[in-house]
């Protein structure tokens, strides 16, 4: 990437090509999200007058959060419009033509690109990890409450890793009123087990202070050793479990909630107590940052095929670049399905669509005249 950016400081027609092209980014964005929002609006007005949905949620909660939510999300196809409108204009009107003929090469043209490519980059990175799983909050909220009218409310047969050599099992969780029925805390030292604690029920206590804050109802104790075995009960204890209610049941798209920070700890918590379904959470992760990445591959191929003045003109270039752009999208959803449902690594899974386009790119971008 750095032989892109060497040499003097950025002349007039850098400028002008990085004006142009965030120009035309911004500009697709917000028509094609203008569309969105208007056939979104169409399509569930109905649930939303239903569910009776204040204007002021619509809005604020809904469609404020609806709206930069999808444009990150669909990122790719705008920075590949926005390549190929405006470079297949430049070349339309023979004024690449009229770069190369003053020296200018194709190398050089790409410096500008690159740069834009390397700002939206770093928006969309920093939209995706930090700004928008805030707002996808409240917006899934919102749909739990008037659109979908369900939500995950309960979890059966959990067991986990709490602790170094501690095994809880919840036979149900309800999330209503952050109880666990059947409870049962296992502790070990090696193969042989040290105590067994149960209780009828588990509620929640935890604040931001104490966040793991438990109270027990109708326990059991029993401490385990060579000689002997202790057992208490009761009908209450106030009790500390390392485990919060979010540990303990998985929503749809929790992990479009979490900043990469957030997310980072949780995969890694999961991974130490042995949860095994935390795949989701796993591509969230890695898809933001291979997304960022894609603006320079998308740029790449964009600049590559509309460089050159074809016969169809502007109209082919852009049908090819949108059908790339959808194909790019398509993909990385496939190979996304792939790691959730079967074996793929999801680091891998995220990274091949970026893997097989560069190597599209990079073809493309020999192929073109310099």
Known sequence: MKRFFKGKPFKRLDRYIIAKFLGHYFFAIALIISIAVVFDYNEHIDKFV???????????????????????????????????????????????????????????????????????????????????????????????????????????????????????????????????????LDSFEGNSMKSHFTARTLVYMGDEENPHRWKAKNWQNRIITDSLEIITSGLQLDTIVSVEPYDLLITKNQQETLTSPELKRYIDKQRRRGIANIKEFEIEYHKRIATSFAAFILTLIGVALSAKKVKGGMGLNLGIGISLSFGYIVFQTISSTFAV??????????????????????????????
């Open 341 to 370: 449902n079967g074996n793929t690594p999801p680091m891998v899974a995220v990274w091949i669509p970026n893997i097989t386009f560069l190597i599209i790119g990079v073809y493309l971008y020999w192929k073109a005249p310099k």
């Open 50 to 184: 239903a569910n009776n949905a204040p204007w002021k949620a619509i809005i604020f909660d809904y469609y404020l959060n609806f709206i930069p939510y999808f444009s990150n999300l669909f990122s790719p196809l705008f920075v590949f419009i926005a390549v190929i409108f405006f470079t297949s204009k430049l070349a339309e009107n023979s004024e690449i033509i009229a770069m190369f003929s003053t020296g200018t090469s194709l190398h050089r043209l790409m410096r500008p690109y690159m740069f834009s490519a390397l700002l939206i980059a770093i928006l969309t990175y920093g939209l995706g990890a930090y700004v928008i799983p805030k707002g996808n909050i409240t917006r899934l909220e919102f749909e739990n409450t008037y659109k979908k009218k369900k939500k995950v409310e309960n979890a059966r047969n959990i067991q986990m890793e709490v602790e170094p050599n501690v095994i809880a099992y919840i036979e149900r969780f309800e999330s209503s009123n952050n109880t666990a029925y059947r409870f049962s």
